[in-house]
Each structure stands twice: as structure tokens, then as C-alpha cells.
């Protein structure tokens, strides 16, 4: 029997009839097609899809559709405004912090998190909130720049370069 859902998802109310075993990732990416949300080990261990929940990173796999109802979620999809990359997806492209791009869409949403509780963090903490994200093409040294270079812009208030689709997807 289906459950029905609201859900506000990257600034917008979605309303939705769900199965009550059906996962938020799954939820995202087949019934709102925000695919830019990954399916890597729907065990929790990779962390390619973590969105946040009410502004904490959560590995959407362990979530279901409806522990999210009345919940606020962001995906990567909402990070980009107005045509500009969020700081986090410019220092990524800027300071090569992707490669094949699985994991990219959970190291933002992770990172992004990580720089709303934390403006200014430290390499040891970057590194400590990347340690659920998991990618097999970097040695992360690069993703731990990338996450310092945009918490620089957050700071500074730095612009972004304009963009004509959404870094990460």
C-alpha cells in the first residue's frame, strides 16, 4: 500500500504517492528524475548518494522515502543558481577534483555540509568528513583542495564563472 510523501527538494514541494520500503535515492532518481544523485553500493559504504537531509549529509540508500517526509532535501542538483556554480562545483572543476565523476555528486553534497557547520576547516577535518565517500580514481588530495578552495570563495564571498549546466550531475 502506498504512502504519501511531501518532500521539499531543492527548494521545491514535491508531492508523492510511494512505496513505504522505497529508498530516497530511488525516490529521487526514478520518481523525480534528480539523477544526479548516484546508486553506487546501496549499503552505505560509498557515499555516492549523499544529499542533504534538513541540511545534514545523509547517505540517501540508507534512507526511505518516507523518514523524509516534511524533510528539506538538497541534491547536487540544487547547488548550482541562476546559472553559476555553488563555490563547492567550481573549486571541483577548478582544482581537478573529479575524474570519472561517480563520486562527485556525494563529495560535494558531503562537503557542502561539512562548510555550513564548518566555514573554515582544516585539512584533518576535511579529510575526516570526506571518510564515508569513497573514490577509486583520485588519491583525494585534489577533492580535499577542491573542498579548501571553496570554503576560501564561501568566505570571501568570491564570484563564480558562469556555467551552462550543473558541475557534478
Request: hydrophobic content about 35%; some cysteine.
Amino acid at each position: 500500500m502506498e504512502q504519501n510523501i511531501r518532500v521539499t527538494v531543492n527548494g521545491e514541494e514535491q508531492q508523492s504517492a510511494v512505496e513505504p520500503r522505497t529508498l530516497l535515492v530511488h525516490y529521487l532518481r526514478d520518481v523525480l528524475n534528480l539523477t544526479g544523485t548516484h546508486v553506487g553500493c546501496d549499503t552505505g559504504q560509498c557515499g555516492a548518494c549523499t544529499v542533504l537531509l534538513n541540511g545534514q549529509p545523509v547517505k540517501s540508500c540508507m534512507v526511505l522515502a518516507v523518514q523524509a517526509d516534511g524533510a528539506q532535501v538538497q541534491t547536487v542538483e540544487g547547488l548550482a543558481r541562476n546559472g553559476e556554480y555553488h563555490p563547492i562545483q567550481a573549486a571541483f572543476w577548478e582544482k581537478h577534483g573529479l575524474q570519472c565523476g561517480f563520486c562527485t555528486p556525494g563529495m560535494m553534497m558531503a562537503a557542502v555540509g561539512l562548510l555550513q557547520r564548518n566555514p573554515n576547516p582544516t585539512d584533518a577535518e576535511i579529510r575526516e568528513q570526506l571518510e564515508g565517500n569513497l573514490c577509486r580514481c583520485t588519491g583525494y588530495q585534489n577533492i580535499v583542495a577542491a573542498v579548501r578552495s571553496a570554503a576560501d570563495a564561501m568566505r570571501t564571498g568570491a564570484a563564480q564563472p558562469a556555467t551552462a549546466g550543473t558541475a557534478g550531475e
